[in-house]
């Protein structure tokens, strides 16, 4: 059983930060890629950003400049710093991680259960 627990969510004003965080545990050999995706209502679910086990990153242009994506390999931790905060970040955000397991079926893209962000102006 592989869970992802998410935390850091919250209401916070606009310019304001926040920093999410993403824990994976269970039968994992290793997470090959990890990232935050986001949805607003009403709206298809978007990636906001990526990381891969190398360190190579990825953003989504809304995004870039404002957010960071960081992880710790030792903690299976993927953490989202997001500063300059705006109202059409507000969204729930969701940890997506791409995870080679010790047992079948081997690999997944395993989801947390979302966190909201609410960003008022």
């Known amino acids: 059983q592989v869970q992802l627990v998410e935390s850091g969510g919250g209401l916070v004003q606009a310019g304001g930060s926040l920093r999410l965080s993403c824990t994976v545990s269970g039968s994992i050999f290793s997470i090959v890629g990890i990232g935050w995706y986001r949805q607003a209502p009403g709206k298809q679910r978007d990636l906001v950003a990526n990381i891969t086990i190398g360190g190579e990153t990825t953003y989504a242009d809304a995004v870039k400049g404002r957010f960071t994506i960081s992880r710790d390999n030792a903690k299976n931790t993927v953490y989202l710093q997001m500063n300059a905060l705006k109202p059409e970040d507000t969204a729930v955000y969701y940890c997506?991680?791409?995870?080679?397991?010790?047992?079948?079926?081997?690999?997944?893209?395993?989801w947390g259960q979302g966190t909201q962000v609410t960003v008022s102006s």
């Open positions: 997506e991680a791409g995870v080679v397991l010790t047992t079948p079926p081997w690999a997944y893209d395993y």
